[in-house]
């Protein structure tokens, strides 16, 4: 694969193109609103809105899934269809910088089988940094026809996690930040700790402010962690799904095979109270 990431001036010379639909995908976890007042107070010119909660997930089943559940495919595709997106469009994905939510819209395109999804590296930040204007002015789209080819190779389910927890192999990678990874601190699920033999491997490390880090930096910092398995072999997760996608954008930026995605994640996993956690 190409690499996912897309400048600023990139973007700057591409916007406008007739193949080309740019995506704000601005999300806070704490306030749910305040992505899409973000994107009404000012957008890159022509760019879609996309809602975390509303868009890219599937309502949560209390007890049973986790807290951003995978979206239906033909949900999905019905959606980005209305927004101009086919399995052939071009699409650049943005947040507000370091691509931890972007990165999901550009994993659920690889997923539904559009391979022309890209993020823009350091967000809406960058964007404005490079001159970049923004607008307030909501895009009305031409609906096209967006036909899902799922790709189903690309997600594990729990059960394939358990047998991983239990032998060790495949490797399991958790990109939620230290802290929560050895249990010392949990603001959002209500077990602390980590899946039991999982490596931590904090999405924020493959950053340098805000962008991502150098691909050679990237990829020292998946082969420490994987210690000589195939990154293709490995399984990365976090607390619902959404920044492990930051991890397999990290690994196709590095040059390296695409690790899968254990989509219910941490707050799928603890669930199941006969499931193991492991904290410090």
């Not at 949900?75 to 469009?89: D, M, P, V």
């Not at 031409?142 to 690309?154: H, S």
């Not at 990874?181 to 999405?203: K, M, N, T």
Request: proline share 8%; aromatic share 8%; hydrophobic share 40%.
């Amino acid at each position: 694969m190409v690499d996912p990431l897309w400048s600023a001036k990139e973007l700057q010379e591409r916007l406008g193109d007739a193949d080309l639909v740019v995506v704000d995908c601005r999300f806070d976890l704490m306030r749910p609103t305040a992505g899409r007042e973000a994107y009404q107070a000012g957008h890159i010119p022509g760019a879609q809105y996309a809602d975390l909660n509303q868009d890219l997930s599937a309502p949560v089943v209390p007890g049973v899934t986790g807290r951003h559940p995978l979206p239906d495919a033909a949900t999905l595709a019905e959606r980005l269809g209305s927004w101009g997106i086919s399995s052939r469009t071009t699409v650049v994905a943005y947040d507000e910088a370091n691509g931890s939510i972007a990165a999901r819209l550009w994993w659920l395109l690889l997923w539904l089988g559009n391979e022309r999804t890209f993020v823009l590296d350091g967000g809406l930040t960058a964007w404005k940094a490079a001159g970049g204007p923004l607008e307030t002015t909501e895009p009305t789209p031409r609906p096209v026809t967006f036909t899902p080819r799922v790709r189903q190779e690309l997600v594990v389910d729990a059960r394939a996690v358990e047998v991983a927890s239990r032998s060790g192999n495949p490797p399991l990678l958790d990109a939620r930040a230290a802290p929560r990874y050895w249990g010392d601190e949990e603001p959002i699920d209500r077990v602390p700790g980590h899946i039991p033999s999982a490596r931590s491997l904090p999405f924020g490390s493959l950053l340098d402010s805000g962008h991502f880090a150098a691909p050679e930096q990237v990829r020292a910092a998946f082969e420490d962690v994987l210690a000589g398995t195939d990154s293709a072999e490995a399984v990365c997760y976090c607390g619902s799904g959404v920044t492990a996608c930051h991890l397999l954008l990290g690994a196709v930026h590095a040059g390296l095979p695409m690790p899968r995605l254990y989509a219910g994640s941490y707050s799928e996993w603890i669930t199941d109270p006969a499931r193991a956690v492991e904290r410090r």
